[in-house]
């Protein structure tokens, strides 16, 4: 997972994390493992 480190270093990232916040659990994890495959590649 993701580290508090990471969160800040990405900025973009941040921001589509407080989006989550307003969506249903489910959706934001899907959104998030998608990102961390994102990451992962570089």
């Known amino acids: ?3 508090g480190s990471v969160v800040f ?3 973009p990232l941040y921001r589509s994390i407080q ?3 307003g969506m ?3 959706e934001a994890l ?3 493992a ?3 495959e994102l990451l ?3």
């Open 1 to 3: 997972m993701l580290g």
């Open 9 to 11: 270093d990405y900025g």
């Open 19 to 21: 989006m989550f916040k």
């Open 24 to 26: 249903p659990e489910k």
């Open 30 to 32: 899907k959104c998030v």
């Open 34 to 36: 998608q990102m961390t």
């Open 40 to 42: 992962n590649e570089y």
